[in-house]
């Protein structure tokens, strides 16, 4: 079964860091692509960073552009989303999604990705 677990979410002061982790099984690593959404409440779930696994080749939606990077470690199937920077509109449920058939130039579209995580919070507030 294809699992996908994130963790590292929490409350953060504006300005703060926070290191997201989603780990990935039942799935060839090597050939997918790995995308952090984010969902505010009464907002739709946007994408925020996508890696491709093969070449690692990223995206970014703009407003988090400078601030997130995210990133691949093969041995450990893990992708991570850091966070820098934070501002209170990054609060938002975190989601990992993955797929082993999404075009790059469609990484932001939640219709394309059949594998989902639980979900963390981050919650940016002072």
């Known amino acids: 079964d294809v699992q996908l677990v994130e963790s590292g979410g929490g409350l953060v002061q504006p300005g703060g860091s926070l290191r997201l982790s989603c780990v990935v099984s039942?799935?060839?690593?090597?050939?997918?692509?790995m995308t952090w959404f984010r969902q505010a409440p009464v907002k739709e779930r946007e994408g925020v960073a996508a890696?491709?696994?093969?070449?690692?080749?990223?995206y970014y939606t703009d407003p988090v552009k400078g601030r997130f990077t995210i990133s691949q470690d093969n041995a450990k199937n893990t992708v991570y989303l850091q966070m820098n920077s934070l501002k209170p509109e990054d609060t938002a449920m975190y989601y990992c999604?993955?797929?082993?058939?999404?075009?790059?130039?469609?990484?932001?579209?939640?219709?394309?990705?059949?594998?989902w995580g639980q979900g963390t919070q981050v919650t940016v507030s002072s």
């Open positions: 890696i491709y696994t093969a070449l690692g080749d990223t």
């Open positions: 999604a993955a797929d082993s058939r999404v075009w790059w130039r469609q990484w932001y579209t939640t219709s394309k990705y059949e594998y």
């Open positions: 039942g799935f060839t690593f090597g050939r997918l692509c």
